[in-house]
């Protein structure tokens, strides 16, 4: 069984910083890609950023305009988000998930809260 489980979120002032970590576990997992999400109050689910496992391939939303920086640490089968200069609208809860690489995500966590405040 795989489990994911973030971690890193929190309050920050508009302007600030945090950093997200997700890790994937499983007796013999090894993902495909692992990507980031969220989901504001009142709003659709939607995708944030994503990396290949093999290549460090990354895939970043057009809104983020080079503001979230997403790493992977493969020894210990976790992703990163590093979220710079955030805004209120980055409030959120921030879902981490892992692909088998089958075209979907297979594997999601429960969430962490990202609140940045005015």
């Known amino acids: 069984q795989v489990q994911v489980v973030e971690s890193g979120g929190g309050l920050v002032q508009a302007g600030g910083s945090l950093r997200l970590s997700c890790a994937a576990s499983?007796?013999?997992?090894?993902?495909?890609?692992m990507g980031w999400f969220r989901q504001a109050p009142g709003k659709e689910r939607e995708f944030v950023a994503a990396?290949?496992?093999?290549?460090?391939?990354?895939y970043y939303a057009d809104f983020l305009k080079g503001q979230f920086t997403i790493s992977r640490d493969n020894a210990k089968n976790t992703v990163y988000l590093q979220m710079n200069s955030l805004k209120p609208e980055d409030t959120a809860v921030y879902y981490c998930?892992?692909?088998?690489?089958?075209?979907?995500?297979?594997?999601w966590g429960q969430g962490t809260q990202v609140t940045v405040s005015s």
């Open positions: 998930a892992a692909s088998t690489g089958n075209g979907a995500y297979d594997y």
């Open positions: 499983g007796r013999t997992f090894s993902p495909y890609s």
């Open positions: 990396i290949r496992w093999s290549d460090s391939n990354t």
